[in-house]
C-alpha cells in the first residue's frame, strides 16, 4: 500500500482518468455524478491508502493508528454450511476491504457441529490456535449454543446480530425493523391493507424482530396481524408449506405479500402460481433479500446494508482494540428502499 504522503487528489484523478474536481466530489459525498463513477473513486482511495482530512481526524479521536505497526489477524467464525452462505460472503467483503486498509487480514474458521469423544470447545480453541487471534467475529445465524461459548472468550469479539440480553459485546447489525416498516409504509400507501406476512419467526433473533416490527407496523396504521393468520415457520415439507401459503392468501383475501426471509422467494413464487395467480398483478409482493437478485432485478425490497456492516464491523474492531475500556456498543446500519416493479397501486 502506498505511503498515505505520496496519495494526493491528483494521484486518484490520474488513475481513473477523472478530474480532481470530480474525485474531491465523490469523497465529499456531493452530488453531479453517477453511483457507478463515485464508487469507482472511493474504491480507489480505499485501495492507494488515501484519506481525507476529516477521516484521519476520526481515526486521531478515536486513537486508532493510520499506520500500524503490528499487522493483526482476525478470524471470522461459522458453523456447518454457512461458509457456503451468501450472507456471510457480502460480511467477509467488507471485512476484508476494510482491514486491508491497515495491512490487516481476517481468515474464517469453521467450529464442528459436534465435537469429538472427550473433545471440548475449550480442546478445539486451542488446537486451532484461537486465542492467538486478534479478535473474532460472529456472524448472524450461528448456533446459539457455539455464540455463547465465544461470547465468553478473552478476546476481543463484534458480534454480527442483535444482542442477547445484556450481552458483553460489541455489536453491529443492518437495521431489518426498520426494512419492514418501510415496506409495510409502502404497501400500505400503495392501498394494501390486507397483507400476508411469511417468515420462521423463531430460531433466530433478527427473525423474530422482524415480525414484530411488521405488528408493530400494522397497527400503528389500524390493522391487525393475528399470527395464525400467517405464515410464521419454516419450510419443512415443501408442498404443505406451499398449500399453506396458498390457504392464508385465500382466507386472508391477501392483496399483497411481505416475505420476511429471503430464501422463501422462489417458493412463494411456485405458490402463487399453482394458485393461478401472478406477481404483481394478483398480488404485490416486497421481499427481505441479501442483495439485488439477478433474475430478478426489478423486485420490491429493503436495502439491507450487509457489506457495509461488514465495514462498520472491522472499524469498530479496531476501534475496540484502540478503546478497550469503554462501554460496548450496539450500531444499526438503515438502508433505503428500492421501489422496483412488484408492488401495484391497489385500484379502488
Same mark, same amino acid.
Given at each position: 500500500?502506498?505511503?498515505?504522503?505520496?496519495?494526493?487528489?491528483?494521484?486518484?484523478?490520474?488513475?481513473?482518468?477523472?478530474?480532481?474536481?470530480?474525485?474531491?466530489?465523490?469523497?465529499?459525498?456531493?452530488?453531479?455524478?453517477?453511483?457507478?463513477?463515485?464508487?469507482?473513486?472511493?474504491?480507489?482511495?480505499?485501495?492507494?491508502?488515501?484519506?481525507?482530512?476529516?477521516?484521519?481526524?476520526?481515526?486521531?479521536?478515536?486513537?486508532?493508528?493510520?499506520?500500524?505497526?503490528?499487522?493483526?489477524?482476525?478470524?471470522?467464525?461459522?458453523?456447518?454450511?454457512?461458509?457456503?452462505?451468501?450472507?456471510?460472503?457480502?460480511?467477509?467483503?467488507?471485512?476484508?476491504?476494510?482491514?486491508?486498509?491497515?495491512?490487516?487480514?481476517?481468515?474464517?474458521?469453521?467450529?464442528?457441529?459436534?465435537?469429538?469423544?472427550?473433545?471440548?470447545?475449550?480442546?478445539?480453541?486451542?488446537?486451532?490456535?484461537?486465542?492467538?487471534?486478534?479478535?473474532?467475529?460472529? /456472524? /448472524?445465524?450461528?448456533?446459539?449454543?457455539?455464540?455463547?461459548?465465544?461470547?465468553?472468550?478473552?478476546?476481543?469479539?463484534?458480534?454480527?446480530?442483535?444482542?442477547?440480553?445484556?450481552?458483553?459485546?460489541?455489536?453491529?447489525?443492518?437495521?431489518?425493523?426498520?426494512?419492514?416498516?418501510?415496506?409495510?409504509?409502502?404497501?400500505?400507501?400503495?392501498?394494501?391493507?390486507?397483507?400476508?406476512?411469511?417468515?420462521?419467526?423463531?430460531?433466530?433473533?433478527?427473525?423474530?424482530?422482524?415480525?414484530?416490527?411488521?405488528?408493530?407496523?400494522?397497527?400503528?396504521?389500524?390493522?391487525?396481524?393475528?399470527?395464525?393468520?400467517?405464515?410464521?415457520?419454516?419450510?419443512?415439507?415443501?408442498?404443505?408449506?406451499?398449500?399453506?401459503?396458498?390457504?392464508?392468501?385465500?382466507?386472508?383475501?391477501?392483496?399483497?405479500?411481505?416475505?420476511?426471509?429471503?430464501?422463501?422467494?422462489?417458493?412463494?413464487?411456485?405458490?402463487?402460481?399453482?394458485?393461478?395467480?401472478?406477481?404483481?398483478?394478483?398480488?404485490?409482493?416486497?421481499?427481505?433479500?441479501?442483495?439485488?437478485?439477478?433474475?430478478? /432485478?426489478?423486485?420490491?425490497?429493503?436495502?439491507?446494508?450487509?457489506?457495509?456492516?461488514?465495514?462498520?464491523?472491522?472499524?469498530?474492531?479496531?476501534?475496540?482494540?484502540?478503546?478497550?475500556?469503554? /462501554?460496548?456498543?450496539?450500531?444499526?446500519?438503515?438502508?433505503?428502499?428500492?421501489?422496483?416493479?412488484?408492488?401495484?397501486?391497489?385500484?379502488?
Amino acid at each position: 500500500m502506498p505511503r498515505r504522503k505520496s496519495v494526493t487528489l491528483q494521484t486518484l484523478a490520474s488513475e481513473l482518468g477523472l478530474s480532481i474536481h470530480t474525485v474531491s466530489k465523490a469523497l465529499r459525498g456531493m452530488p453531479g455524478m453517477s453511483e457507478e463513477t463515485r464508487h469507482e473513486v472511493l474504491s480507489a482511495a480505499r485501495r492507494l491508502g488515501y484519506r481525507t482530512k476529516d477521516q484521519e481526524h476520526s481515526l486521531a479521536v478515536e486513537h486508532i493508528p493510520l499506520f500500524p505497526n503490528r499487522k493483526r489477524r482476525f478470524k471470522l467464525m461459522f458453523t456447518g454450511n454457512s461458509v457456503y452462505s451468501r450472507l456471510n460472503q457480502i460480511l467477509l467483503e467488507g471485512l476484508q476491504d476494510k482491514l486491508a486498509e491497515y495491512g490487516h487480514t481476517i481468515d474464517m474458521l469453521m467450529i464442528p457441529s459436534s465435537f469429538d469423544k472427550g473433545e471440548s470447545f475449550d480442546n478445539w480453541a486451542d488446537q486451532n490456535s484461537l486465542m492467538y487471534s486478534d479478535g473474532i467475529f460472529i /456472524p /448472524p445465524m450461528t448456533d446459539p449454543i457455539k455464540e455463547e461459548l465465544l461470547l465468553k472468550l478473552p478476546l476481543p469479539r463484534i458480534l454480527f446480530n442483535f444482542p442477547p440480553p445484556a450481552a458483553e459485546v460489541d455489536s453491529v447489525i443492518w437495521d431489518v425493523g426498520t426494512a419492514v416498516r418501510l415496506s409495510v409504509r409502502h404497501l400500505i400507501a400503495n392501498g394494501h391493507r390486507s397483507i400476508l406476512y411469511i417468515g420462521n419467526i423463531h430460531n433466530q433473533r433478527g427473525f423474530r424482530l422482524r415480525w414484530q416490527s411488521f405488528v408493530d407496523s400494522m397497527q400503528e396504521a389500524g390493522l391487525d396481524a393475528n399470527p395464525e393468520l400467517h405464515i410464521t415457520k419454516a419450510i419443512s415439507e415443501k408442498e404443505a408449506w406451499v398449500a399453506s401459503v396458498q390457504d392464508c392468501l385465500v382466507s386472508l383475501r391477501a392483496t399483497a405479500i411481505l416475505n420476511g426471509v429471503h430464501n422463501n422467494l422462489a417458493w412463494i413464487y411456485h405458490a402463487c402460481s399453482t394458485l393461478g395467480k401472478r406477481i404483481p398483478e394478483d398480488y404485490s409482493l416486497i421481499s427481505l433479500q441479501h442483495e439485488r437478485d439477478e433474475f430478478l /432485478p426489478q423486485l420490491s425490497r429493503p436495502s439491507l446494508a450487509i457489506r457495509e456492516t461488514g465495514v462498520r464491523g472491522a472499524e469498530r474492531m479496531l476501534w475496540r482494540l484502540a478503546n478497550p475500556n469503554l /462501554p460496548y456498543e450496539h450500531i444499526m446500519l438503515q438502508g433505503t428502499f428500492f421501489e422496483g416493479d412488484t408492488v401495484k397501486p391497489l385500484k379502488a
